[in-house]
């Protein structure tokens, strides 16, 4: 069985771009983890393709080499949040919530067309930093959007934004989780990881 993260910086996080099983210091260090306690028996390859700065357009461009090609068993995404951060000060073209919702769908029809792979979607969120509140419409604007497509292809999805919501509700420390609001320190990734787990298990064991 093989299983691919996809994404940007928050599931690249320092992986060793030159041996794509090396997990990072991310969540899919966290998930690699349980997964393998939970599946000893299987012979699983997990696979970290993230790259950190992406957005939907350039992970829609590296899609076959980096997805499709590699005929994974399940392809995970989280992806978005750097369409929103490249409207601010990066001197980026902007993408439109339109050309987000687009470059989204395209990604998962190839995916659906072109691999028998399970698709886990994992929201993107943002966490609490005074620098980055303006972005919050924005991300709100999006969610939606990805919901729905989730509903529409997704095999399983993660709502990080709403977990990570209700968690800081009993969390003193507001950024327990991350110091920038968008990078998950080692509390952060672990809480992904938990979560993302909690999606992929009963899609590993249909899988048989």
Do not use: C
């Not at 992806?79 to 601010?88: K, L, M, T």
């Not at 938990?194 to 590993?204: D, S, T």
């Amino acid at each position: 069985m093989k299983i691919l993260f996809q994404g940007d910086s928050i599931t690249d996080a320092g992986r060793d771009k030159r041996n794509y099983h090396d997990m990072g210091n991310g969540y899919p260090k966290y998930a690699a983890e349980l997964i393998r306690n939970a599946f000893p028996e299987k012979e699983i390859e997990l696979i970290n393709l993230g790259i950190g700065g992406n957005r939907t357009d350039q992970l829609f461009d590296r899609l076959y080499l980096d997805g499709i090609a590699l005929e994974p068993d399940v392809i995970s995404i989280l992806i978005g949040i750097n369409d929103i951060w490249h409207r601010h000060g990066s001197g980026r073209i902007e993408t439109t919530d339109t050309q987000i919702a687009t470059n989204y769908r395209a990604i998962l029809e190839r995916i659906k067309k072109q691999t028998n792979a399970k698709i886990v979607m994992l929201s993107p969120f943002l966490l609490d930093n005074e620098e980055k509140e303006a972005w919050r419409p924005e991300l709100e604007s999006i969610l939606p959007i990805i919901r729905s497509l989730a509903d529409e292809f997704a095999d399983a999805y993660v709502p990080l934004d709403q977990l990570f919501a209700e968690a800081l509700k009993t969390q003193p420390e507001p950024k327990y989780y991350s110091a920038d609001g968008v990078h998950p320190n080692a509390n952060g990734a672990e809480f992904i990881g938990k979560h993302y787990f909690a999606a992929i298990e009963p899609l590993i064991r249909a899988i048989g």
